[in-house]
């Protein structure tokens, strides 16, 4: 099994940033991707970045040149910096972890932009 736990959800004005921290513990394997995806009031649950043990990333048009994603192998830590924030990004984000063998979530943080 494998725990995520997020951080760093907020409220903000648009044109603002913020950043969000996603912890994992338990089994990993040094193979696996780790990102975020997010899910907005009434809409399906979509992809926001992920990034690869081999720091590959993935990344939705809709964020693209406005999030950047990080991770930490070491620290087992994937981060999320958002920056020019949209009422648009208003969602509960999701932290991921897929590998072989299993696909994990956190429980999510609420990012609220105000226009």
């Known amino acids: 099994q494998v725990q995520l736990v997020e951080s760093g959800g907020g409220l903000v004005q648009a044109g603002g940033s913020l950043r969000l921290s996603c912890a994992a513990s338990?089994?990993?394997?040094?193979?696996?991707?780790m990102g975020w995806y997010r899910q907005a009031p009434g809409k399906q649950r979509e992809l926001v970045a992920t990034?690869?043990?081999?720091?590959?990333?993935n990344y939705a048009d809709s964020v693209k040149g406005r999030f950047t994603i990080s991770r930490d192998n070491a620290k087992n830590t994937v981060n999320l910096q958002m920056n020019n924030l949209t009422p648009e990004d208003t969602a509960v984000y999701y932290c991921?972890?897929?590998?072989?063998?299993?696909?994990?979530w956190g429980k999510g943080t609420l990012v609220t932009v105000s226009s």
């Open positions: 338990g089994n990993m394997f040094f193979w696996n991707t």
């Open positions: 990034m690869s043990s081999a720091r590959i990333t």
């Open positions: 991921n972890l897929n590998q072989r063998g299993g696909n994990y």
